[in-house]
């Protein structure tokens, strides 16, 4: 069975474009494949943090995950930092990787540009990125289309390393990434992706009060000004996230309303509110839950962390071997 990997920053709660871009496919790809998902709280210190917030941040993190579907007994789910070896292998890859290279992610001219001065970890976040993947020798990574950079960067590193230490035998894999098809979900302000870090999102276990707050002033087609206006619905996020989340027979239903001026846009946006609370409400549920056993999410996540911990160790063992490292 094919290997995959994936991770989450703790740097705030789960939204619902981690959810449709990766989170959501990782539960399905968990019955497919040997699964590994990591909270990645090593990747989240890269930008100025409180430390209590992260711990906060990380259970409910974990807590998110499960809630979404993640299942314990069918892949591993685990906390970087419970696992040294990802910053042991990123350290080797950072000898690899040109810094030309690190120097033209787009993460990394968006994030720099926020921060008064800028860390090493950010910019080597890329590399700590191929490490947590190439650890495990995943083939498949699950994410959003904001990290495609970010895995070529890997598949380059996997190509150098491979070159230089094993050639005549291919040690790591050339990672690829898995898309779907909301690989890039905007912000409700309509301005950039939605992220944890710009304030801009719909959380997954959101109560749906707030939730409609946050839709009604929700950006839509620009252009329809008045109520009258027809609209285009391809250009209106509000469609796309109909897209993600009303059945078919309604995304139609909304593009004529929209293509014909037959609804307003909060007409469109209570039917998405409708079709969100049909998935959400389940998933609310299931959280509640999770958090009334603490003392099972912190088995779950240990038991996660061991198993993860044999295989790295195994890969560290191999890649020390072939270094001329003890
Ligand atoms: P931060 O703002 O701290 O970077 P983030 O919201 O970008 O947080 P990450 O933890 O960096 O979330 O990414 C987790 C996963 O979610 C990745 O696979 C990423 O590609 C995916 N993802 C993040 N934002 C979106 C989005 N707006 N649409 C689709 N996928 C997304
Ligand atoms: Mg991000």
Same mark, same amino acid.
């Given at each position: 069975?094919?290997?995959?990997?994936?991770?989450?920053?703790?740097?705030?709660?789960?939204?619902?474009?981690?959810?449709?871009?990766?989170?959501?496919?990782?539960?399905?790809?968990?019955?497919?494949?040997?699964?590994?998902?990591?909270?990645?709280?090593?990747?989240?210190?890269?930008?100025?943090?409180?430390?209590?917030?992260?711990?906060?941040?990380?259970?409910?993190?974990?807590?998110?995950?499960?809630?979404?579907?993640?299942?314990?007994?069918?892949?591993?789910?685990?906390?970087?930092?419970?696992?040294?070896?990802?910053?042991?292998?990123?350290?080797?890859?950072?000898?690899?990787?040109?810094?030309?290279?690190?120097?033209?992610?787009?993460?990394?001219?968006?994030?720099?540009?926020?921060?008064?001065?800028?860390?090493?970890?950010?910019?080597?976040?890329?590399?700590?990125?191929?490490?947590?993947?190439?650890?495990?020798?995943?083939?498949?990574?699950?994410?959003?289309?904001?990290?495609?950079?970010?895995?070529?960067?890997?598949?380059?590193?996997?190509?150098?390393?491979?070159?230089?230490?094993?050639?005549?035998?291919?040690?790591?894999?050339?990672?690829?990434?898995?898309?779907?098809?909301? +690989?890039?979900?905007?912000?409700?302000?309509?301005? !950039? $992706? %939605?992220? /944890?870090? #710009?304030?801009?999102?719909? &959380?997954?276990?959101?109560?749906?009060?707030?939730?409609?707050?946050?839709?009604?002033?929700?950006?839509?087609?620009?252009?329809?000004?008045?109520?009258?206006?027809?609209?285009?619905?391809?250009?209106?996020?509000?469609?796309?996230?109909?897209?993600?989340?009303?059945?078919?027979?309604?995304?139609?239903?909304?593009?004529?309303?929209?293509?014909?001026?037959?609804?307003?846009?909060?007409?469109?946006?209570?039917?998405?509110?409708?079709?969100?609370?049909?998935?959400?409400?389940?998933?609310?549920? +299931?959280?509640?839950?999770?958090?009334?056993?603490? !003392? $099972? %999410?912190? /088995?779950? #996540?240990?038991?996660?962390? &061991?198993?993860?911990?044999?295989?790295?160790?195994?890969?560290?063992?191999?890649?020390?071997?072939?270094?001329?490292?003890?």
């Amino acid at each position: 069975m094919s290997r995959i990997f994936s991770g989450i920053q703790p740097s705030g709660a789960l939204h619902i474009g981690n959810y449709l871009g990766a989170v959501k496919n990782w539960a399905d790809l968990q019955h497919k494949y040997e699964s590994f998902f990591c909270i990645v709280d090593y990747h989240a210190i890269t930008v100025p943090y409180d430390p209590d917030d992260l711990r906060a941040r990380t259970t409910d993190m974990a807590l998110s995950l499960l809630a979404a579907g993640l299942d314990p007994a069918k892949c591993t789910l685990f906390v970087q930092s419970a696992v040294p070896e990802h910053t042991e292998l990123a350290w080797i890859f950072n000898t690899l990787t040109p810094l030309g290279e690190l120097e033209r992610q787009t993460q990394f001219k968006e994030k720099a540009s926020k921060e008064e001065s800028v860390p090493a970890g950010l910019l080597n976040y890329p590399v700590l990125q191929a490490a947590d993947i190439l650890l495990y020798r995943a083939e498949l990574v699950p994410v959003g289309e904001d990290q495609v950079q970010h895995l070529e960067l890997s598949r380059e590193i996997s190509r150098k390393w491979n070159a230089r230490f094993s050639p005549a035998k291919v040690f790591f894999p050339e990672p690829k990434p898995l898309l779907t098809p909301t +690989r890039r979900v905007m912000g409700l302000d309509g301005q !950039a $992706k %939605m992220s /944890k870090s #710009l304030g801009n999102t719909v &959380e997954l276990l959101e109560d749906p009060v707030s939730i409609w707050e946050k839709l009604k002033p929700a950006v839509t087609d620009p252009k329809r000004v008045r109520r009258t206006d027809p609209g285009t619905p391809e250009v209106c996020n509000i469609y796309h996230l109909h897209k993600a989340f009303s059945p078919p027979a309604t995304v139609e239903h909304v593009a004529v309303q929209c293509r014909t001026a037959g609804w307003g846009c909060i007409d469109c946006k209570k039917v998405l509110h409708e079709s969100m609370e049909r998935e959400l409400a389940p998933i609310r549920a +299931r959280a509640k839950e999770i958090a009334g056993n603490p !003392a $099972k %999410m912190k /088995k779950d #996540l240990a038991a996660g962390a &061991e198993h993860a911990r044999s295989i790295a160790s195994e890969t560290m063992g191999e890649v020390k071997k072939k270094m001329g490292l003890t």
